[in-house]
């Protein structure tokens, strides 16, 4: 393998921070303006632009939908120069349109890259999602197990009592009878109303977060980001995609999903070593949201890498035009 195919991820990084800083900045003028889609649209064409002066062969995994649902950033698009390593690409440009628009916590700018055939292709359908941070022996929660099961085990593991485990959910409908099991172990519960890959990744810095687990259901493609992110802050992750109807098993079957009822643990989410950026919109819990001053913007990024755990987090002050 020549040098110009090696994915060599210590020198991507830098550049992957690049791309998750222009998006953030891309939005910046739209926090708080009520206008999600404009939002994401800003990211999106900011980090398009970023993304195509890397010298990467890069192919979009996990994006902002299917070819005829995205114009840009869409599932099988090619970025990059061509002249570099082939690449998976997992992203959203702006995770939290809504947290965005009304100016809510956790807004983030999410990528992920890895060499080629590292990620799951995960379709546009739910995922069934569990985690926890670092330091637990392997299966000590399982989706197999009750709400009720997985926060008693993690307490034993933990050597804590259940009222002492925070655990974060998705605040939707389809979650009631879920928190309603929770409520009965006396944990406490964390309702996040959008940004599920900053809920999964809350649980690998608990010391920081409060958060000891994540549960609940919501998109697939976000569980792979997710996944990256956890394998670069260490963490156990487990996924399980939730199908509704024929139209969403097509879906799996065009992305060469055959076995419906797998659970995937984190690394076979995402199977080799990987980099991942998040540059804080929105103030939030794993990094500072976008601060104005005048004649300046800065942004805060956690930069990570699987393959030697480092964490980096990053400040970046530029001019504002």
Do not use: W
Not at 76 to 82: D, F
Not at 198 to 222: F, K, L, N, Q, R
Request: aromatic share 4%; with cysteine; hydrophobic share 40%.
């Amino acid at each position: 393998m020549t040098k110009q195919s090696e994915f060599l991820d210590r020198m991507l990084s830098l550049g992957l921070a690049r791309v998750s800083e222009a998006a953030a900045l891309a939005s910046a003028k739209l926090i708080g303006h009520g206008d999600e889609k404009a939002a994401d649209q800003a990211a999106v064409d900011a980090m398009r632009t970023q993304l195509n002066m890397l010298d990467i062969n890069g192919v979009i995994v996990i994006g902002e939908g299917e070819r005829d649902e995205a114009p840009m950033l869409f599932i099988g698009e090619e970025v990059g120069t061509g002249n570099g390593p082939g690449v998976d690409i997992a992203l959203d440009p702006l995770e939290g349109t809504t947290l965005t628009a009304k100016d809510m916590p956790n807004a983030l700018t999410v990528i992920a890259m890895g060499p080629r055939g590292s990620m799951l292709h995960a379709p546009d359908v739910y995922m069934d999602k569990l985690a926890i941070g670092p330091g637990y022996p392997t299966d000590v929660v399982t989706l197999d197990m009750s709400p009720a099961e997985r926060i008693a085990a993690l307490a034993k593991a933990k050597g804590c009592e259940m009222t002492d485990i925070t655990v974060c959910v998705l605040e939707r409908p389809r979650h009631e009878d879920m928190i309603d099991e929770l409520r009965t172990t006396g944990a406490a519960i964390r309702l996040i109303t959008d940004g599920d890959v900053a809920g999964v990744m809350h649980c690998a810095e608990p010391e920081i977060t409060g958060i000891d687990i994540y549960m609940g259901s919501g998109g697939a493609p976000e569980g792979v980001l997710a996944a990256a992110a956890l394998k670069c802050m260490g963490g156990q992750m487990y996924g399980r995609l939730l199908f509704r109807n024929d139209d969403e098993r097509g879906r799996a079957a065009k992305a060469g999903i055959t076995d419906l009822d797998r659970i995937y643990s984190r690394d076979e989410l995402v199977t080799k070593d990987v980099i991942f950026a998040a540059t804080g919109v929105t103030d939030g819990s794993i990094v500072h949201g976008i601060k104005r001053e005048p004649g300046y913007l800065t942004t805060e990024t956690i930069l990570m890498r699987s393959k030697t755990g480092s964490v980096r987090r990053m400040s970046y002050r530029t001019k504002t035009k």
